[in-house]
């Protein structure tokens, strides 16, 4: 079995890829409502606090800040996919081993997990969770794609609203040369 090491810093800030299991599948922006529920669900009893979240249609990129003392997100990301799991009807293919452990068959197992070291990293992170509707081409410009928190960032004044590919430094307000 793999040894998966986590990095776990007290009150952390953190950067997710969260994948489903269909890589062409659309589920999360076609129940993006049932998506964003079972979210609320999990802060109200476990809080976090979103920093930065864009949901495409078949994985999530996110930047949350953990409690002071706390370095539970993995407890987190399996209350999400199971909450968002059972609020779906259950049509999707399953595998005999997904079967046999009881497991629907919509997320990916694992996550990916960056611990934000510094305001640099952090701001790049901002910056590539804002930009992927735009990378995958699922829109010609950022501010199309309405399931980002990109839209708060402009009206709080970080991003201007035609932002694309041409990043302000998060953390001087400059923009890259």
Partial sequence: MPD??????????YFFTVNLLERRSCLLVQHIDAF??????????RPFHIDAWVVLPDHTHCIWTLPPGDTDYSARWKAIKIAFAKSLPKTERLSAVRVRKGERGIWQRRFWEHTIRDERDYAAHVNYVHINPFKHGLVRQVNAWPYSSFHRFVTAGIYPNDWAGEAPDLVTGERDA
């Avoid at 998966?4 to 800030?13: I, K, S």
């Fill in 4 to 13: 998966y090491r986590r990095n776990r810093v007290p009150g952390g800030t």
């Fill in 36 to 45: 964003r529920e079972a979210v609320r669900q999990v802060r109200a009893r």
